[in-house]
């Protein structure tokens, strides 16, 4: 690798190695918990709305939402293409973080070595950018070594990559690649580079970096990339060339496949995997998960692309029609029947036939279509001879059909014909992550379908949506986000009464949480501590809610109850009210499920 780098890391380096300390710590240590601690660092960050400031170590710094981070970043790759692009992000990164180690370092002269590092990842998370679990780290004074391996969960440039472009081959955190360089190599006075080894834009639940001396990277040893150019960035952290695979487009007319969270991206790497192929699929999930979506994405992407996709919902058929529907009838098979017609199977000849609630089917029904699949043919009703047929079955069913198997309700010999390749479709819950990036997306299809200008949501509804179980999954949140669209005045902010008619959610076992006057059921449980008439303040013998009580009822006693046990004990009540359901005792009390689960977890 050139003994050089730019002006600037250059200078930086030598100015640390001037002033240098032992910063090497002993292998066995995890990164410390010592100065500067989380604490430290939240208290240098200081805001001055009416001066239009953000300070960090006394810099001015400033907030970006993350969608706007998103469309910079996918305009810069359009514009320059992936590479370059890839370069200018890695080298900003590096830039910020070796500005960075040396405010660190200018602030805790005398700070814990192990600290000082991992004020890196813990500033990083501060910024909102990822949020960072250590897996390994080394640091030896004696031998000079360091080796450091940590994940990255949620990462806001992964998140914002696979809602451009979609999933990919090549990891994409390259700013926070460049960041974590940065700092590290400023810190410690030599050249140090950190690399993706797994991504969230690959498919995998994390992302995983290792850092090392930049000489321990074999592909390094003969680099002769210009130190001027973000090139030399692009390699020297990433150490690859451009990606074989193209950018992900959406094509306006085709329903779009949305979101980064790891349970939806496992789901739909496995559909990328059997589209080109023969195979039967089964696919697994509530309603309204999409598995109808999956099923014309996988014809898409299949050889019988140029046939037709044939659906057939088995539960809106009676009984009577369910084997003319499937098969097809000849002309007098019965009365009614004045001309002969093809069923689904001879329509979707060539091409794919999904069955949609299969389980639903009697079982005379599922043994004739397991006979098509074996023999390849069918009779049509009131048909003598057999028809061959070529079809690729894709079956959908919102049970588990081994549970069905065991019950007598479907046949084992087909569900073994079926379960050739299962794709388990996750629900709306498992991807929480995804509700922002979906709610943007129905909203944009039915402002422009119904002509509406709805410049966005609340932050109450969003918070709301976030922290809801959506029994209907994402059918439902489409429905509620067209709903609000319609009730929402041109210009105005959807919010909670835009989705909430005829008062069918107003009710105190609402899906949404909502009390009588529309707002968010934040008041009951500090209503039943301070002695409400409901009773439930009974149902939490405590002393701190007699001295609670007495203060609020005008007492001068000092209350002599920290706000952190008030705060337990209505959680507590919120959780027996609700049979320890997380998400119901959140909506009661006005918090999200996540602050809830924090605060047990610091109990």
Known sequence: MPSDL????????????ANRRNLFVDPSDRLSTGSPGPQHLAETVAFAPDQGNIWLFGRRYMLMQGAAFGEIRRDLIREVGLEKARGIYTSTGWHAGARLAEQV????PEGDHGSLFSAGPRLNMLEGMVNVEPIRFEMNSSTGHFYAEMFWHNSLEAQEHLAHHGQGSECVCWMQTGFASGYASALLGRMVVFRETQCRATGHAACRIIGKPA???ADLDSDTSDPERDAFFSHLFHGMSEPEYPLATQDSDTPAMLGAAPAFLRSQRMLHRVAPTQATVLLTGESGVGKELFAQYLHRHSSRNKRPLVSLNCASLPESLVEAELFGVERGAFTGADRSRPGRFERADGGTLFLDEIVSLSLDAQGKILRALQEGEIERVGGDKPIRVDVRLVAAANVQLRDEVRAGRFREDLFYRLNVYPIRIPSLRERREDIPLLMNHFLQRYCQRHQRDIPGFSSRLINTLLTHDFPGNIRELQNLVERGVISCDDGQPMDLQHITLNGELFDEDAPLGLTAEGKLGITAAP???????????????HP?????TAFLNGSDERLRTSLGEVEGLVIDQALKRTGGNVTAAAHLIGLSRAQINYRLKGK
């Open 215 to 217: 000489e321990q990277w």
């Open 6 to 17: 730019p002006d600037y890391a250059e200078n930086l380096l030598q100015r640390l190695l």
């Open 527 to 541: 209503m039943a501590i301070a002695g409400a008439s409901d009773g439930a303040a009974a149902a939490l013998p």
């Open 544 to 548: 701190a809610i007699e001295r609670l």
């Open 105 to 108: 370092s200018r602030q805790w």
